[in-house]
T-cell receptor
Framework: AQSVAQPEDQVNVAEGNPLTVKCTYS??????LFWYVQYPNRGLQFLLK??????LVKGSYGFEAEFNKSQTSFHLKKPSALVSDSALYFC???????????FGSGTKLNVKP | KAGVTQTPRYLIKTRGQQVTLSCSPI?????VSWYQQTPGQGLQFLFE???????NKGNFPGRFSGRQFSNSRSEMNVSTLELGDSALYLC???????????FGEGSRLTVL
């Protein structure tokens, strides 16, 4: 069975500091991994994805994520956090045909000035 | 290109009533999926439609149903509403070539 775990309900970081939002997954076969962001009262927006190739993927708004097969992780990172990055972040995994996605429970990121 | 449109954005119902939510995907997208979002449960998959056929279904009771029309627009219906059905219902259309989901802004249902 496929599943995604986001072990932290909330992450607090000061503006200008690096941030990490953690995600681990369980999937049969090759994983297709995604990060989405949700701002208050809005739908989710795509940030980045890993399908194949380089383990470090870069996405929107300066975010990047590192795929680690041995640790089955796909942590989201940003070198320097902005207050405007404060939002709810979801990790997701899908199978090759993208007809079903499994989302983590979400991590609320708070960036303080 | 217009995004995913969901209507209505907000609605209030009472227990026992039924509700129908609508979703218009991005033009050209044939796959539409529905999710229920609640503070405690996160994002739960309801079902996915492709070319008017339900391809996948989540673990929700039969009170939750959906359909897709020939123009790819989709509706979901919840019958005999319960208090626990209060949630944000999100629709997403899939870019099959990239695997990216494009979400609407959701329909927030409150059951009293």
């Amino acid at each position: 069975a496929q599943s995604v775990a986001q072990p932290e309900d909330q992450v607090n970081v000061a503006e200008g500091n690096p941030l990490t939002v953690k995600c681990t997954y369980s999937v049969s076969g090759n994983p297709y991994l995604f990060w989405y962001v949700q701002y208050p009262n809005r739908g989710l927006q795509f940030l980045l994805k890993y399908i194949t190739g380089d383990n470090l993927v870069k996405g929107s708004y300066g975010f990047e994520a590192e795929f680690n097969k041995s640790q089955t992780s796909f942590h989201l990172k940003k070198p320097s956090a902005l207050v405007s990055d404060s939002a709810l972040y979801f990790c997701a995994v899908s199978r090759y045909n993208f007809n079903k996605f499994y989302f983590g429970s979400g991590t609320k990121l708070n960036v303080k000035p | 290109k217009a995004g995913v449109t969901q209507t209505p954005r907000y609605l209030i119902k009472t227990r026992g009533q039924q509700v129908t939510l609508s979703c218009s995907p991005i033009s050209g997208h044939r796959s539409v999926s529905w999710y229920q979002q609640t503070p405690g449960q996160g994002l739960q998959f309801l079902f996915e439609y492709f070319s008017e056929t339900q391809r996948n279904k989540g673990n929700f009771p039969g009170r939750f149903s959906g359909r897709q029309f020939s123009n790819s627009r989709s509706e979901m219906n919840v019958s005999t509403l319960e208090l626990g059905d209060s949630a944000l219902y999100l629709c997403a259309s899939l870019s099959g070539g990239t695997g990216e989901l494009f979400f609407g802004e959701g329909s927030r249902l409150t059951v009293l």
